[in-house]
């Protein structure tokens, strides 16, 4: 009992000496890192504000949030948010003061998408630098009376008072003002692809990343509408199959030669309306859609050029083939073409140098010159393709010096090319096919032996037969849309 007791007391006097020290720790200002940004946080004031960050470290958009440890977040420090990598910053709505070049982006060809706090912002006069392309300004944003009209002339922006809140007009240079007066944060959701509003059980884009596809649905929700200020500046346009209008404006966007931009459209039959102020010329525009649909009357309406993505133009490739649906999916991507405009020759070998260009142009990257071959020359067509298949993995060629670029393909090496391109795309090759049920499995090459069994599994390459694999027989280039396509779809179901 007298040991419990002194114990206890042990304990109580070692509480006591603590609690002071927590109590005037928990007084004190102190730093805190969440998501990568630095908050100094003053717990007797109970604010917090943005002091630095880890670039490196920050996603596509970022999101700073309304408080940190119940301090509300209220000020952005000189060079806080500095080199930003972002596409997108949403600033809380409690934040009241921005110090002179505390946001910064890293590649003046990155347009940031800011979203202002729906509340009076002070800002210091020397703000500047943040390359800010699209602003969503908010029903309560304004500007604090102390700050200058200089302000108003960096974001180019026509500011008016309008009934007791604030209501903002015009454009920021030549890009687009969103104006959602209103809309809570709540119904904004921020992808790698873009910015979307959520109305009514349906998104709307209001901002797009040129260079991903627009989806067809976010977390289950249909995208069905791309608003006006969504001006596209890139040259294939991929709408969503859930889209049904595009509303005015959205394809005038031009490149630096003074082109309309936009040259291919993909238009889904679940389209009802497409831009009514469309004007290519001179630009060469092609629309693709199915036969008889809205998109084919609109493209003859607008003198554009129209391609029947449900049909091909191979007289070799009968709708009612096997293969029909994957040769005419791959000639629409891009991925393979015919071996002259009426013919595809279905049953014909594909070489290894024709494989890599396919998955060359799919990555969309240089490498530099990668001279290890004997038998790539500088100057043969595939020389760029093998030189990235190299410097990237996916191919170690035949030997040590020779890739054997003219080979038909084996059914192992296309296997191997798609399994090394799926990792370097950052998709885990987790499938596991069961390889045992393959009389010739013992023929596989030890390269390929995972490779195969991943394809088996991940149902990107069938059987030659119920029994047999054939490894070493020669990929077909029917055989290849298929598993091309077969690709595509794994790697779209494991992204999402």
Request: charged share 20%; hydrophobic share 40%.
């Amino acid at each position: 009992m007298k040991k419990r007791i002194l114990s206890l007391f042990l304990a109580l006097v070692l509480l006591l000496s603590v609690v002071p020290a927590v109590f005037a720790e928990g007084s004190e200002p102190y730093e805190k890192t969440v998501d990568s940004v630095i908050y100094k946080i003053d717990p007797a004031a109970k604010t917090a504000t943005v002091v630095g960050c880890d670039p490196e470290k920050l996603d596509f958009f970022l999101l700073l949030p309304e408080t940190v440890d119940d301090c509300s977040v209220t000020r952005i420090a000189s060079g806080a948010l500095h080199d930003l990598p972002c596409r997108g910053l949403i600033l809380p709505d409690a934040l009241t003061y921005i110090e002179k070049e505390a946001i910064t982006a890293w590649d003046d060809s990155l347009p940031m998408f800011l979203c202002m706090p729906d509340n009076e912002v002070y800002f210091e006069e020397g703000y500047q630098d943040c390359n800010i392309g699209y602003f969503f300004l908010p029903e309560h944003f304004a500007i604090s009376p102390e700050c200058n009209d200089w302000l108003w002339q960096i974001l180019n922006v026509n500011h008016t008072r309008s009934v007791g809140y604030e209501k903002h007009l015009a454009y920021v240079n030549e890009e687009h003002l969103i104006t959602i007066d209103g809309v809570a944060d709540d119904r904004i959701m921020l992808t790698p692809g873009g910015v979307y509003r959520l109305d009514d059980k349906e998104y709307t884009a209001i901002l797009l990343i040129d260079t991903y596809p627009i989806p067809d649905e976010i977390n289950g929700i249909p995208v069905t509408r791309i608003a006006s200020c969504c001006v596209l500046t890139t040259s294939y346009v991929y709408l969503g199959a859930n889209i049904r209008v595009v509303e005015d404006g959205v394809f005038n966007g031009y490149d630096s030669t003074g082109a309309v931009a936009v040259r291919t459209i993909y238009v889904p039959d679940s389209v009802e309306y497409l831009p009514a102020d469309y004007y290519p010329y001179p630009t060469v525009v092609t629309m693709l859609g199915t036969s008889g649909s809205y998109a084919e009357q609109y493209a003859k309406e607008h003198h554009l050029q129209f391609g029947a993505v449900d049909k091909t133009p191979f007289t070799d490739v009968p709708e009612n083939e096997w293969f029909f649906p994957y040769v005419r999916d791959v000639y629409w991507y891009g991925l393979m073409s015919g071996t002259n405009p009426t013919t595809f020759e279905p049953n014909g070998t594909t070489t290894r140098a024709m494989v890599v260009q396919v998955l060359f142009n799919f990555a969309g990257e240089e490498v530099g010159h990668w001279d290890v071959f004997t038998d790539v020359k500088f100057n043969d067509w595939y020389y760029r393709a093998v030189c990235w298949a190299y410097a990237t993995g996916v191919s170690t060629g035949t030997t040590d010096t020779t890739f054997s670029p003219n080979a038909p393909v084996t059914r192992e090496q296309l296997a191997a090319f798609l399994y090394r391109f799926t990792t370097l795309c950052g998709i885990e090759c987790k499938a596991d096919g069961d390889l045992s049920k393959f009389a010739d499995q013992g023929q596989i090459s030890s390269y390929a032996r995972d490779a195969i069994s991943w394809a088996v599994g991940a149902g990107i390459i069938n059987g030659k037969s119920p029994t047999t694999v054939a490894p070493r027989a020669y990929a077909t280039r029917a055989e290849i849309a298929a598993m091309l396509c077969r690709l595509l779809d794994y790697m779209s179901s494991s992204q999402s």
